[in-house]
């Protein structure tokens, strides 16, 4: 929403540049403002609505009740499953940084050849289906798979190690892999965005490489750190398939939660209920991150 | 001026190649204390690698550069007393105008009160006292081209290295940001070096002009012996504009493609051979046919082919009877309103404006080869 308004703030500006009669900013606008309306307004306000509803064997019952928020609140499994969620999103998102930081800025400030290759390589993998890369981490994760194989083999453990797979730990690990590229695109873009001469300057001006790297490279990368910051958060707090494929129980999140009132338990008021609030801790989140960074420098980098 | 001091900047014997292409090969060049150097070249002729190495983001292949007479060349930039205006500003976008000018005093952990007071200086000095809350972003071209200094200069270096900095301005702005960059070294006194490939920027500003090409010195001198006493074809031609006419020359006397005896500057003597004569625009003076030459003028004999009206001059443009063509610039007096395409005319210049270059090697009308006969 944050950057909702940010982005009309840029309609004045355009119709400044080139004078043109009101209306047709008007007019400009329409088929934005007419995808919101269609594709995120109409079904929030479905959710919304919906929440209100209550699930019986008959089918849903329409008239108004408050009976999903108070389900909500008068069982506390929900609010620490989502305390869960914010947790494993947010060190995912920060291990994503910490990874992609690095490769970035080595993709864009020292390699001078090979740049476009380096970049299709890193993300080769990327071109199968995240379904088969998640399930990937299976063979190598489990009982019998290629880390304990090697560990047995070599004589670190002398039984296999079953805090691998099936648990928070695995859950994490795999989507830190699975959204790398959201992480390392936005950040490797700005980065390649910072003019070579700004790193002269500061040299000149006396700033050590370290010094140059945290007084101007770290501060006009800041957009896209938080841009992907905010995508990867966005997708880890919702994500469902990697914790169902390779979270056991007690790597369960909130995204399974949700996923099993559309299926199993066909219980959509009740999940959408439970999206409304996934949706407003997000939104939470990123009102967090826009008070640091501006979303229009995120968004709009000139 | 040049005795008894120590140079600002030495480069000695610099080498410099990219992926086997050789930028620069054995440049020498001394900057003295106080002086406003340009170096002057083409795109390509290695005058930027060469500001590189002095600043220090560069390293030479082989060489040395020395500041204020100590040995520079494995000092990185950011420890060297010298300072850099770039091309494009590079202005830091995300701090206030202040904050940039206050950036190398803060390195160098100069106290709060006292970056306070040099940079609202340096603002005053380039006539932007009052700019240091504003955002870079929010500045013209030539604003962000003082600030620029200003954050240099700042810094009180030994050499101030300036890259084509007036290139991204329009030309009015250009012009009085050269008076300014003028004024601001004669009032801080501090060595600029200035590469530029703007032929009048270099003879307005500089003391001392470098002229470069393919990565070597073509020439070094005041903006007035590199005009008057071109060293090669390349530089008479790179800088100002130049008639170039077919010689001659046997047993020592030079002749033009007419077969007229060419008088030369005193004590020149011509190389045996084809030769290169140059004579500048400006130097030629129009007569009509039969009009007598002096002792030591040369005449040419030509049909004038167009007339151009600029205003304070006027360029007549004319062919001689062996075809080359030439270029004249009169001022009112020499144009007679008799002067029309087609008429019959006599160029004559003085004998001390001829420049005589043997034709070894001449290429498409230009020669490194070529050399001032003295």
Same mark, same amino acid.
């Given at each position: 929403?944050?950057?909702? $308004?940010?982005?009309?703030?840029? $309609? ?66 929900? $609010? ?20 992609? %930081? ?23 993998? %990327? ?7 998640? %399930? ?51 950040? %490797? ?65 909130? $995204? ?47 | ?67 204020? /007479? ?180 046997? /047993? ?41 030459? /002096? ?69 498409? /009308? ?9």
């Amino acid at each position: 929403m944050a950057n909702l $308004g940010s982005l009309s703030a840029e $309609g004045p500006k355009l119709a400044a540049a080139r004078p043109r009669p009101q209306a047709f900013l008007g007019l400009q606008l329409a088929p934005t403002a007419l995808l919101l309306a269609l594709f995120m307004a109409a079904p929030l306000a479905v959710m919304f609505g919906m929440s209100f509803f209550r699930a019986t064997i008959f089918g849903l019952e329409t008239t108004p009740s408050l009976g999903n928020y108070e389900k909500l609140v008068s069982d506390p499994l929900y $609010g620490l499953l989502l305390l869960k969620s914010l947790r494993i999103s947010l060190t995912v998102t920060v291990l994503v940084l910490l990874i992609s %930081y690095p490769v970035a800025y080595w993709l864009a400030k020292m390699v001078t050849r090979w740049r476009t290759a380096l970049l299709l390589l890193i993300f080769a993998p %990327y071109w199968v289906n995240y379904v088969i890369r998640t %399930y990937a981490w299976m063979p190598l994760l489990g009982r019998t798979g290629v880390v304990n194989s090697v560990l047995l083999a070599t004589g670190v453990i002398d039984r296999p190690l079953d805090m691998l797979l099936f648990n928070e730990f695995s859950v994490q690990l795999v989507m830190v892999y699975v959204y790398l590229p959201f992480g390392i695109v936005p950040i %490797y873009l700005s980065l390649d965005r910072i003019d070579d001469n700004l790193l002269r300057a500061s040299a000149d001006l006396g700033a050590s490489p370290w010094a140059s790297f945290r007084q101007v490279v770290l501060p006009l990368s800041a957009p896209g750190l938080a841009g992907a910051a905010m995508t990867v958060f966005v997708l880890a707090i919702g994500a469902y398939v990697t914790p169902r494929l390779v979270g056991g129980p007690s790597g369960i999140m909130y $995204g399974n939660l949700i996923a099993d009132q559309f299926g199993a338990s066909f219980n959509w008021s009740w999940g959408a209920t439970l999206s409304l609030v996934l949706a407003l801790a997000a939104l939470a989140v990123i009102a967090l991150v826009a008070r640091r960074v501006p979303l229009a420098k995120v968004f709009l980098q000139s | 001026m040049k005795l008894l001091r120590r140079p600002d900047l030495e480069l000695i014997g610099i080498d410099k190649g990219f992926r086997g292409k050789q930028v620069l090969r054995r440049v020498s060049l001394e900057v003295q204390p106080g002086e406003f150097i340009a170096v002057l070249g083409p795109s390509g002729s290695g005058k930027s690698t060469l500001l590189k190495i002095a600043a220090g983001f560069e390293q030479p292949d082989s060489g040395t550069v020395r500041l204020q /007479g100590e040995d520079v060349t494995a000092v990185p930039p950011y420890r060297r007393n010298i300072n850099t205006v770039f091309q494009n500003y590079a202005l830091f976008p995300h701090m206030s105008v202040f904050d940039n000018v206050a950036y190398g005093l803060r390195r160098k952990k100069v106290k709060p009160a006292e970056v306070t007071q040099r940079v609202g200086e340096a603002l005053a000095l380039v006539g932007l006292a009052s700019f240091g809350p504003r955002q870079p972003e929010t500045l013209s071209g030539g604003e962000q081209q003082r600030i620029a200094l200003a954050r240099a200069l700042v810094n009180r270096p030994a050499v101030l290295l300036l890259d084509e900095p007036l290139s991204a301005l329009d030309l009015k702005i250009r012009r009085r940001m050269q008076g300014e960059l003028k004024r601001i070294h004669e009032e801080v006194g501090t060595t600029f070096l200035f590469v530029t490939h703007d032929q009048e920027e270099a003879v307005v500003l500089a003391d001392r002009i470098t002229v470069m090409r393919d990565g070597g010195l073509e020439q070094v001198g005041t903006a007035r012996e590199i005009y008057d006493r071109p060293a090669t074809p390349f530089v008479a031609d790179f800088v100002g504009e130049m008639n170039w006419l077919r010689g001659q020359a046997e /047993g020592g006397v030079a002749r033009l493609a007419d077969g007229n005896a060419l008088h030369l500057p005193e004590g020149i003597a011509p190389p045996a051979g084809a030769l290169r004569v140059g004579v500048r625009p400006e130097r030629l003076r129009i007569a009509a046919v039969g009009a007598t030459s /002096g002792a030591r003028e040369n005449a040419l004999a030509a049909t004038i082919t167009r007339i151009t009206f600029q205003g304070p001059s006027t360029v007549v443009e004319a062919r001689t009877e062996t075809g080359e063509a030439i270029r004249c610039l009169c001022g009112p007096a020499d144009v007679a309103g008799a002067l029309l395409p087609g008429s019959a005319i006599l160029c004559l210049w003085d004998a001390e404006a001829t420049l005589v270059f043997d034709a070894a090697g001449a290429e498409n /009308g230009l020669t490194r080869k070529g050399e001032l006969v003295e």
